[in-house]
């Protein structure tokens, strides 16, 4: 397919996701759609979409857990890992080990990558006992950075809140 065709693929992206995976046909052609894939927003799709179907754990840690928890540096590495928090949110994928990782490496995120790191911690519907302190250290930190926009600010007080409200 030519550049041009991006619309169409998208649309069978999402048609693929749709139909559901129980079927090995469907299965297949999201598997090698996936494998041939190269336009980035099409191949977020189609991971998402085989993520939502599949629960595929292995799938799920190689493809998204993975650009989620990397440091990284380029900018096609940040849209993927913001993409990575998105979907990680979509399948209510919360494990005791990757929650901690996230919030160990918190400060370590651009903040454009943060805003995703805080309302994935957010959504947690547990917090590791031994994170608590660290967490709402660095979302205080956030919060009084004056250098974060407005945005990231409110993330994080809202982070704060939900915190506490777990805690209590």
Not at 15 to 29: M, S
Not at 45 to 74: C, G
Not at 156 to 165: K, T, V
Request: with cysteine.
């Amino acid at each position: 397919m030519h550049p041009i065709d991006i619309g169409v693929r998208l649309r069978i992206a999402d048609a693929l996701g749709y139909l559901g995976w129980r079927d090995k046909i469907i299965d297949t052609t999201l598997r090698k759609c996936l494998e041939n894939e190269h336009n980035f927003q099409t191949r977020f799709q189609l991971i998402e979409a085989y993520a939502l179907l599949t629960k595929n754990e292995p799938f799920i840690e190689e493809r998204i857990v993975k650009p989620a928890v990397s440091i990284l540096i380029d900018e096609n590495e940040k849209k993927s890992q913001k993409q990575a928090f998105i979907i990680l949110c979509k399948l209510e994928y919360y494990t005791k080990d990757l929650v901690h990782q996230i919030i160990e490496q918190l400060d370590k995120y651009s903040p454009s990558i943060k805003k995703y790191a805080i309302d994935y911690i957010s959504k947690a519907p547990f917090i590791p006992e031994n994170d608590t302190v660290l967490l709402s250290d660095q979302l205080k930190n956030v919060m009084h950075n004056e250098n974060n926009d407005t945005h990231l600010r409110n993330k994080a007080f809202e982070a704060l809140f939900n915190l506490y409200d777990i805690l209590s």
